[in-house]
């Protein structure tokens, strides 16, 4: 797991409540949206899918064939545009984000 501000964006914020599978829901406060947003506005979503490495990530969590799938990279595009849109929206309102994944 990467350190603030970059870790946050996924998995960063206080636990609260129960665990819901894979973990509890995770509250991340607006000062720390506001560095995850800014963070993501430095990067875009190119700068993000230009760091990311598929043979980083183990056989285990997606199968050998993850890192040679087709499309993969215009996926992470797509996502890490509208992860970079999601943050900047909220840390222009000041927002807290609550992360959950299920």
Do not use: H, K, M, N
């Not at 996926?75 to 222009?92: I, K, M, N, P, W």
Request: glycine share 12%; with cysteine.
């Amino acid at each position: 797991i990467a350190p603030p501000p970059a870790g946050d964006a996924i998995l960063g914020g206080e636990a609260i409540g129960e665990d819901l599978g894979y973990g509890p829901a995770r509250l991340l406060d607006p000062p720390r949206v506001a560095a995850v947003a800014a963070l993501l506005r430095t990067l875009g979503p190119e700068g993000i899918v230009a760091r990311f490495d598929a043979r980083a990530v183990g056989d285990d969590i997606y199968g050998s064939d993850f890192a040679s799938e087709r499309g993969s990279r215009e996926e992470l595009r797509v996502r890490s545009e509208q992860l970079c849109t999601f943050y900047a929206g909220a840390a222009d309102r000041g927002a807290a984000v609550l992360l959950w994944i299920s």
